[in-house]
């Protein structure tokens, strides 16, 4: 019924607004009043030692530009966003074609890689901090009884390899979620293709490249966008393990907005870096709507 028959009833398009209310309620409250409110405060000199605050327009954000330590945070986000996608995007989808081949145990072996997947975040933290520990570390202890080292190492205590341990341990976590994905990906890929393409003569690696490989790339394109989304937006693993050190070697665009509003207090200049750090996620959020929206 799309008019009012009598005085007392709803149409059917008030009856979807009422129930939309709720959900649009939540989201005003959690995720949009919140969002609006950063971009303001981006504006002020707000500080959490004071409640009195001025507008200072872009004077935040030249002085984030300007920073020196802000560059570098940039380029310590992209590193750490594309080795963290990049590394457990090829390893997730070699397991996932070996686990393609439906051998014996190969449930067993999915079921047994999705275990750290569900692991929190905190508790990977806790445990690739103590691999890597220099002093009693067991990284360190397996190398030296190899004869490989004579002293440990102090993985996490230096410039050069702490970035790197907290991407392998990124990796760990989230090999399972691409291994998922992209098996799922090579499942929809047509077996009789694939068995054309070995009868005329191709073999396994220009099968890979010419048949299943473009039967699976728009789901790969897909999830590797999502990896992208969620390792620029992660927190708690490089937290957890080093808390941006040593010497803001590991500090990336979530910590810094964390240190600068709760530790330096000042929220008009976290609330700036926020802003920056939504606008690059609103770039490959939109990347990821076009390509889910793409017919091709």
């Known amino acids: 019924m799309n008019k009012i028959r009598n005085g007392g009833k709803l ?9 939309i209310v709720p959900g649009l309620a939540v989201f005003v409250a959690i995720i949009l009043y919140p969002f609006v409110d950063a971009i303001l405060m981006s504006f002020t000199n707000r500080s959490m030692l004071s ?3 001025d507008v200072v327009g872009l004077t935040n954000y030249m002085k984030v530009f300007k920073d020196p330590y802000f560059g570098k945070t940039l380029m310590t986000t992209l590193a750490f966003v594309l080795g963290s996608t990049i590394l457990p995007f090829t390893l997730g989808l ?5 686990l393609n081949q439906g051998f014996r145990g190969a449930e067993f072996l999915r079921g047994v890689t999705l275990v750290n997947w569900i692991i929190p975040g905190t508790a990977i933290g806790f445990l690739w901090s103590w691999i890597f520990n220099g002093q009693y570390g067991i990284l360190n202890s397996i190398l030296e009884a190899l004869g490989i080292l004579e002293t440990g190492i102090p993985w996490l205590g230096q410039t050069n390899t702490a970035l790197l341990c907290v991407v392998i341990a990124r990796t760990w976590q989230m090999l399972p979620w691409y291994m998922a994905f992209l098996l799922g990906g090579l499942q929809s890929v047509s077996l009789e293709q694939v068995e054309a393409a070995h009868i005329d003569g191709a073999n396994n690696w220009k099968t890979f490249w010419k048949i299943i490989l473009p039967g699976m790339k728009q789901t790969a394109i897909l999830v590797f966008i999502l990896g992208l989304i969620g390792n620029l937006q992660h927190f708690d693993l490089p937290w957890t393990m080093v808390q941006g050190g040593p010497a803001r070697a590991t500090t990336t665009l979530s910590i810094e907005v964390y240190t600068t509003a709760f530790k330096n207090w000042n929220m008009g200049k976290a609330a700036t870096v926020g802003t920056i750090w939504a606008v690059l996620l609103a770039g490959f959020s939109i990347l990821y709507l076009r390509k889910v929206n793409d017919p091709d």
């Open 51 to 53: 409640p009195e605050y």
């Open 11 to 19: 149409t059917n398009g008030q009856v979807g607004f009422l129930l």
């Open 94 to 98: 070699i397991w996932a074609i070996v």
